[in-house]
């Protein structure tokens, strides 16, 4: 069936450094793909998406490329702030109505 | 405000005793979820509603119960709640998104169930 593999928390930054959170996805055809981000005490919040092989989702400084041929969608962002903390969830939609999420990977920014 | 409520926010219960917690959204969306979230397990779906009177399990349907008998509101009800129900619950909703529903969660707070 379908899933997402996301690496493993909690993951540690300086503020202005550089975030790769890394996802991966096995699925039939060609599903979409989320980033949800969830700060501390709150529930999931949409962070970007992306619909199509190619395309590129972003907002808030943070981007992300549906790459077919590497079945990757690695979460970046070039310089980090201390209010970035919080969980970020990688998710797929396939051909089923259920949106199926990763397990969620932890990150802090220190000052 | 466009929201999704949930309550209680915290609730702890004993074994045993029925409970409900609420769920209304005021964005007349069509499509309304139920999450829980554990440590290590990340989110699982509970169950889901496409639109009223329409209710489906989803991956962990055991000792849940939904229902939908309006659009805006889908409790979960819990009949008979044990201790591996603790967990922290979140409603969701979603609009239809180009005639697919459920591009776009929305989320309530998240309710944390303590079952003794």
């Known amino acids: 069936g379908d899933s997402v593999t996301q690496m493993e928390g909690p993951v540690t930054l300086s503020e202005e450094a550089f975030l790769t959170i890394n996802c991966t996805y096995t699925?039939?055809?060609?599903?979409?793909l989320f980033w949800y981000v969830q700060y501390p005490g709150e529930g999931l919040q949409l962070l970007l998406k992306a619909t199509k092989a190619d395309d590129k989702g972003s907002n808030k400084g943070f981007e992300a490329t549906y790459r077919k041929e590497t079945t990757s969608f690695h979460l970046e962002k070039g310089s980090v702030q201390v209010s970035d903390s919080a969980v970020y969830f990688c998710?797929?939609?396939?051909?089923?109505?259920?949106?199926?999420f990763g397990k969620g990977t932890s990150l802090l920014v220190t000052p | 405000e466009a929201q999704v409520t949930q309550n209680p926010r915290y609730l702890i219960t004993v074994t045993g005793k029925k409970l409900t917690v609420t769920c209304s959204q005021n964005?007349?969306?069509?499509?309304m979820s139920w999450y829980r979230q554990d440590p290590g397990l990340g989110l699982r779906q509970i169950y889901y509603s496409m639109n009223v009177e329409v209710t489906d399990k989803g991956d962990v349907p055991e000792g849940y119960k939904v229902s939908r008998k309006e659009k805006r509101n889908f409790p979960l009800i819990l009949e008979s709640p044990s201790p591996n129900q603790t967990s922290l619950y979140f409603c969701a909703s979603s609009p239809k998104d180009r005639g697919r529903t459920n591009e776009k969660l929305f989320f309530g707070s998240g309710t944390q169930l303590s079952v003794l």
């Open positions: 699925a039939t055809g060609y599903p979409s």
């Open positions: 998710a797929l939609r396939g051909t089923g109505y259920a949106l199926n």
């Open positions: 964005m007349n969306h069509e499509y």
